[in-house]
């Protein structure tokens, strides 16, 4: 079983920054997994926000250049360092895992990921 911990949300003025971690405890570490991180507002499904899948990082365009993936295998955890906020980065942030090289993995699907956070709340204000 693979559990999920996220935190590091908090409510911030526009510009400011924010990093989220997540923590990927089971039989395996995160460097075993493709961890990606998810948003959700009120109404919407979640969206892709990036993702660390081996060497590779992706990204939102929406995000490209203000957010970075990074992990750290020794204390299983990716995080998600968030710069230059603003209104519309807000949401709910959800970190996702699935094995990596699994059939059919698409990055940019929710149903990709086998393994979900609780997530933590980011509120970005003017």
């Known amino acids: 079983q693979v559990q999920l911990v996220e935190s590091g949300g908090a409510s911030v003025q526009v510009g400011g920054s924010l990093r989220l971690s997540c923590v990927v405890s089971?039989?395996?570490?995160?460097?075993?997994?493709?961890v990606g991180w998810f948003r959700q507002t009120p109404g919407k499904e979640r969206e892709f926000v990036a993702v660390?899948?081996?060497?590779?990082?992706y990204y939102v365009d929406s995000v490209k250049g203000r957010f970075t993936i990074s992990g750290d295998n020794g204390k299983n955890t990716v995080y998600l360092q968030m710069n230059s906020l603003k209104p519309e980065d807000t949401a709910v942030y959800f970190c996702?895992?699935?094995?990596?090289?699994?059939?059919?993995?698409?990055?940019?699907?929710?149903?990709?990921?086998?393994?979900w956070g609780q997530g933590t709340q980011v509120t970005v204000s003017s």
């Open positions: 089971g039989r395996t570490g995160a460097y075993y997994y493709a």
């Open positions: 996702a895992a699935t094995p990596l090289f699994s059939a059919g993995y698409d990055y940019l699907r929710a149903s990709s990921y086998g393994y």
């Open positions: 660390q899948n081996w060497n590779d990082r």
